[in-house]
């Protein structure tokens, strides 16, 4: 009986050795609050709606927990989410507070700045306009462009009304003729300048370039 106090004494050494571990990494993981810019996602865009002018980014975030678990987030374990389904033509302000920041278990948003974000919607719309078939040079000496054409000559464009009704025309790839004694005949890809604004349907157009020469 009187070895009881010594009995497993190694056991007993290793497990006040873990207890201590333990108090020490409880003690050390404080709780605290940490400000972090994060990306704003933006989400159920209603049909037949576009954005106008530049979606917000990120905002400011206030989170709270402990030091452990700040020290382990990585690049887009936070999102600030905006739902647009009650989104509608004209300009919009969304609030977003901290039950719209998504964070891992442990953490807690505590603060959103800024808490409200205006954004302007309009009407998507659709309009055909005209193909400018682009070329560059000259046919060779003793030779003529005697007619360029798209086939088709037109094509649909959508996007926000405003932005829509200013477009004239969508725009080939330049077609090069400099030195060329024959017609040419090249399916290209056309574009639009004007953001937001898209081509609808096939990106590509037929060019036709008749070239002939010049009669003396």
Do not use: H, Y
């Amino acid at each position: 009986m009187a070895m009881w106090p010594v009995r497993n004494l190694r056991l007993k050494l290793v497990s006040v050795c873990i207890a201590g571990l333990l108090w020490m990494v409880v003690a050390g993981d404080r709780v605290v609050e940490r400000v972090l810019r994060v990306p704003v996602e933006l989400q159920d865009m209603p049909a037949g709606l576009e954005l106008v002018g530049p979606a917000p980014e990120t905002v400011d975030v206030r989170v709270r927990g402990s030091s452990n678990a700040l020290a382990r987030l990585g690049p887009g374990d936070i999102a600030a989410v905006i739902d647009l389904k009650s989104a509608r033509d004209g300009r919009r302000v969304f609030t977003l507070g901290p039950t719209q920041v998504l964070v891992p278990a442990g953490l807690e948003t505590v603060q959103v700045s800024p808490s409200t974000i205006s954004m302007e919607f309009e009407e998507t719309v659709t309009r055909r306009v005209p193909v400018d078939v682009r070329t560059d040079g000259e046919p060779a000496q003793g030779f003529r462009t005697a007619r360029v054409i798209s086939v088709p000559d037109g094509v649909e464009i959508s996007g926000p009304a405003s932005v829509v009704a200013r477009v004239t025309s969508v725009g080939t790839e330049t077609v090069s003729l400099e030195g060329r004694r024959e017609s040419v005949r090249l399916s290209v890809p056309v574009g639009v300048d004007a953001a937001l604004v898209r081509v609808r349907g096939p990106q590509t157009v037929t060019v036709v370039v008749t070239i002939e020469a010049v009669k003396r």
